[in-house]
């Protein structure tokens, strides 16, 4: 490469020449790159000072294809697992509310391939061998899987405002019992592990009948490893069995799921029946509603979180790469260079723990940051050490460089970015239905009951209100704050929220409060015991009917 300015220097061995243009322009060098966009400036970061540390240490043959102008341009991606039946492709149908093409539904194992539901001008499907020759889709190094796999892989394509803004991955069911020794002709953990490290969500469906996870599915989710931060868990059909089995089976399935995700956190699961047909047993609708609306909020945020999600698995990317640099450089530099090679391979693959143990002190290195030592030391049996290269110091200061300077001016790129776009929210399909209107969340409960009726709501408990009211000597109609609050701590609530009720109640802000807005006080104390959240402002059918007037 240039150096910056694009100049050579042809002193001839004369290193003084050199240094002095360096003095000069070196400063140029250091100067900070300037990026239109926070894809563009991912794109040229990777390309210009971490895919040379890739290729360098060939990175690609052990871990991840390189990346491509598509991984960083791509629309979010969803990806839906389960076992088979577990309702994935009805989860797509349910939030789509579309079909889509080459869609299969059943109690049997229908959907047998990799379907990429996207937005297309016009309904269609597109094979999986033309897909990875398609440079505008993010698929292309899936060509590694073979046939086999491709054969099992096609794009749904449709017009739908929900695919406007992600895109979904619907996989194969995956099999228990004996279904499981049938092989499929391709590596399913290792394309599953792929689309993990490029998808922003993953989502693992489980029926609420069929909690066991078979071997393939365990072996599934532990290829996801390192990507527990997209994972959410979908516990579906829920509306056919009662709340006390409700009770057991999540206790069971958050028993069954700690033993394969080691995380310190729990798993956020999501309890509901995803899709558009009447509760079988709705006495935990209210439940289901809930759930519904924190998944579809965590879908709605992905559009906006894109850039940051890419930004934090380049940084992933890196921290691996630059660990595999150090592995492979220390196994070239134990090699013999005439006699014995084979027999110094073998032991060191048999010693690669010591080696990490090594890398990890000398170059104080966390041991999360390590790839798996077992896929390592199976990568490393056909690999032919005398091709490895030693260490390069350069490049892995190019990499340090990008994490330490050129992400941190990212970061400030990605709030940028999000202030100046329109808020960014998936639309459309199931996110539509519930937005607004009387079926939306909460709408008429808590703080919100008594929207839609011409009657003050508070009306109807206020001569039980006033009882109290007159018990606390009111001068000139109204009472102290002091006399207020020895009844209103009777709640219980703490200060901070009684502050907050206090300033919402007290509408026309002269410190004391009548009989209606004492009223509204205990109305407002009576929400939030019912475990309701209060609103930051005072809604306007909870004004009372006096105050309106004066407005």
Known sequence: RLAAGGFVSASGGRPGAMFSWMGKDGRRKKEPELFQTVSEGLRRLYAQKLLPLEETYRFHDFHSPALEEADFDNKPMVL?????????????RHLIEHDFPGMRIGPEPTTDSFIAVMHGDQDGVVPGNALVVDPKKPFRKLNAFG?????????????????????????????SGEKQRISRGYDFAAVLEWFAERVD????????????????FSEVIKAMKNHEDKIRVVLNKADQIHTQQLMRV?????????????????????????????????ENRKLFEAEEQDLFKDIQTLPRNAALRKLNDLIKRARLAKVHAYIISSLKKEMPTVFGKENKKKELINSLGDIYQKIEKEHQISPGDFPSLKKMQDHLQTMDFTKFQSLKPKLLDMVDDMLANDIARLMTMVRQEEAQMP??????????????????????????????????????DKPMYDEIFYTLSPVNGKVTGASAKKE?????????????????????????????????????????LEGHELPNELPDHLIPPSKRRQE
């Open 80 to 92: 839906l697992v389960g076992q088979y039946s577990t309702g994935k492709t009805t989860f797509i």
């Open 201 to 216: 969500r993953i989502i693992l469906l489980f029926d609420a009948h069929k909690l066991d996870i078979s071997d393939e």
């Open 250 to 282: 999540y206790g069971a399935l958050m028993w069954s799921l700690g033993k394969i995700i080691n995380t310190p956190e729990v798993i956020r699961v999501y309890i509901g029946s995803f899709w558009s047909q009447p509760l079988l047993i709705a």
């Open 423 to 460: 808020k960014q929210i998936v639309h459309g399909g199931a996110f539509e239905g519930t937005m607004n209107g009387p079926f939306g969340a909460g709408y008429g409960e808590g703080a919100g009951e008594g929207i839609d009726e011409v009657e003050w709501v508070v009306g109807k």
């Open 147 to 175: 046939n086999a796999f491709l054969n099992r892989f096609n794009c749904a394509q449709l017009p739908n405002p929900v695919l406007e803004s992600i895109s979904i991955i619907d996989t194969p069911g995956i099999l």
């Open 488 to 528: 209103m701590v009777k709640s219980k609530l703490p200060n901070t929220v009684l502050g907050k009720i206090w300033k919402l109640a007290d509408v026309d802000k002269d410190g004391m409060l009548d009989d209606d807005e004492f009223a509204l006080a205990n109305h407002l104390i009576k929400v939030k």
